[in-house]
């Protein structure tokens, strides 16, 4: 915070920088007219500043030496007021501020400087100063006393731009009108109504709504509630019964009240014994299918009390009279078509009303009938003895989907109907296993649900199976290699045997071409020992030992060799000998 400060006799004038760049407050303190700490702020945002001129007399004040001021007496400041602030130091544009203001003890002004700041100057230690001098201003003698204010306290000029003028509002706007207003229930004394919020409420907002009613032939709206409800649903008390009463309501916000959303017809205040209920029956709630030709007679139960009124639309129309008849009793309606027509195919909607309170019904009815044949068959290529056909959908598929094709071919020279494909669902087909040297004709039903179409779409050309040449030639398969070089599938295995009894020791081999068994003791071919006997019969091998002595222990080993390679196995036969005691002896 800059400024002049004085004793309390002058007036005493601080300026206080603001954030904004182009923003100035002055504090301004009468002494005359408030106390000390009584201060005024006058907060100025120049659109543009302007050049401060110098006079030459202040020109040449400020070329003057400083002269020392003499001490004044000085006032305690009070309590209550705040220290003074210093502002940091810093060089501001002197065009910068209203009015040039003169530093205690006759300091020179700061210098111009290009920031757009305003000019900020250190507060005195001491509280006696000069106040700032204006352009033409004299400034008081230092001889003066304290307490004695200027003849001419000069003010800084305040520049304050004209207020704009406030934006008037946009106009409120009424709400739309509540949608959908129908009975919710009535009895002797009571009617409950609900509503749906209007589609367009506005900037202002929506207060309420205000319910109104009138009895039927009159214009006299009396209001249901005294305040506005911010509900949709409400309940009209302390009615009359068998009045019967109009109704509406009114959407209210700023603007007014909204367009009214009233109910389709009157209400008459009675009880409802039995509001209207359709029991359907379960195979109606379903598509009711039924053929061209068949009656049909719909009977669909309802309850209420008193008795409802039933109405029945066909597709949104009224019924035609001359081809359905319509009986109504107090507990059932009943449909009767005496010769069904594709032509009464539709949905039949039922609604049974009691006064305001209504249910409805939807029964949707399906005549349907064979379909037509397809649109065209063609024959698009033969070969071998296959030919393909293709088709298009039929043109009347008898108010049904179709569910597919039955495909029949003949021969010409027989013209008998044979069929080939039943139940197809495709549009293009094959036809295989057709005769040598015949030719074909095909046709095609098309199907749906109650059946077979009566006629069928024939080929216009005819598929001719050509005779030619078949040689037939044998078959030529590879001669399997059965070579293999022996393997022994059973090996020998350790054997003990005894003095003076025979023993056999055996062994399997495979191998092909049949490989040749050869035995041996100890690595030594045995041959021909009439002592030993070798067997081999279909991969069999055996070696028969006869009434072996301790001697004839040892390592046997088979070997089988063929063109392919060879195998080995061996074993070890221990001979022991019976030791008899003495006194058997």
């Avoid at 920031?115 to 004299?138: I, L």
């Avoid at 000029?157 to 129908?182: M, N």
């Avoid at 350790?494 to 071409?513: E, F, H, K």
Wanted: aromatic share 6%.
């Amino acid at each position: 915070m800059g400024g002049i400060i004085s004793v309390s006799g002058w007036v005493e004038l601080g300026l206080l920088t603001s954030p904004h760049p182009l923003c100035y407050i002055y504090y301004l303190r009468p002494s005359s007219l408030c106390h000390a700490e009584d201060w005024l702020s006058v907060c100025t945002m120049p659109s543009k500043p302007a050049p401060i001129k110098k006079s030459p007399a202040k020109k040449a004040a400020d070329k003057a030496p400083e002269p020392a001021p003499e001490p004044a007496p000085v006032e305690a400041p009070p309590a209550e007021a705040p220290p003074a602030e210093a502002p940091p130091a810093e060089a501001a544009p002197a065009e910068a501020a209203p009015a040039e203001a003169a530093a205690p003890g006759g300091e020179a002004p700061a210098e111009e400087a290009p920031a757009p700041a305003a000019p900020v100057e250190e507060a005195p230690p001491a509280p006696a100063a000069a106040p700032a001098a204006e352009e033409g201003a004299t400034a008081p003698t230092e001889d003066a006393p304290a307490d004695a204010a200027p003849a001419e306290a000069a003010e800084p000029a305040v520049v304050e731009e004209p207020p704009k003028a406030p934006t008037p509002p946009p106009p409120a706007v009424p709400t739309s009108a509540p949608r959908d207003v129908f009975v919710e229930d009535v009895n002797d004394s009571n009617l409950t109504i609900n509503w749906t919020t209007p589609e367009t409420i506005g900037d202002s907002g929506l207060d309420g709504y205000i319910i109104e009613y009138c009895k039927s032939g009159t214009t006299d709206w009396v209001k249901a509630q005294e305040q506005v409800t911010p509900a949709n649903r409400y309940c009209i008390k302390n009615l009359t019964a068998g009045d019967l009463l109009q109704v509406r309501v009114v959407a209210v916000n700023a603007a007014g009240r909204s367009e009214p959303g009233t109910l389709s017809e009157p209400v008459p205040i009675r009880e409802v014994v039995d509001r209207p209920k359709i029991r359907m029956p379960r195979n109606l709630r379903s598509k009711y299918v039924r053929q061209v030709g068949e009656q049909i007679n719909l009977v669909i139960p309802f309850l209420g009390k008193p008795k409802p009124v039933v109405s029945w639309l066909k597709d949104g129309q009224p019924l035609d009279t001359k081809r359905v008849n319509i009986r109504n009793s107090e507990k059932d309606t009943i449909m009767f078509i005496r010769q069904a027509e594709r032509e009464d195919s539709g949905a039949y909607e039922l609604s049974i009303k009691v006064d305001s309170f209504e249910d409805k019904a939807l029964v949707t009815l399906q005549i349907v009938e064979r379909p037509g044949p397809p649109t065209s068959v063609k024959l698009v290529d033969s070969w071998g003895f296959n030919a393909a056909l293709e088709w298009t959908v039929p043109k009347d598929n008898g108010n049904s989907e179709i569910t597919g094709y039955t495909v029949q071919k003949a021969d010409r020279k027989t013209g008998e109907w044979f069929t080939v494909l039943d139940h197809y669902h495709r549009l293009t087909a094959t036809i295989s296993d057709l005769i040598m040297g015949n030719a074909y004709s095909f046709r095609v039903f098309s199907e749906n649900q109650v059946g077979v179409s009566d006629s069928a779409a024939i080929t216009k050309n005819v598929a001719t199976i050509q005779k030619t040449g078949i040689v037939y030639k044998h078959p030529e398969y590879p001669e399997h290699n059965f070579s293999e070089a022996p393997k022994f599938t059973t090996p020998l295995s350790d054997r003990a045997a005894t003095v003076g009894y025979t023993t056999r020791l055996l062994c399997s081999v495979r191998g092909s071409p049949k490989p040749k068994i050869e035995w041996m003791k100890n690595q030594m071919i045995i041959g021909d020992d009439p002592k030993f006997r070798q067997l081999a019969n279909q991969g069999i091998c055996s070696l028969e030992i006869r009434k072996p002595c301790s001697f004839d222990g040892g390592v046997y080993t088979c070997r089988a060799k063929n063109a392919q390679g060879e195998a080995i196995v061996s074993c070890k036969l221990e001979v022991k000998q019976i030791i008899i005691p003495e006194k058997g002896k």
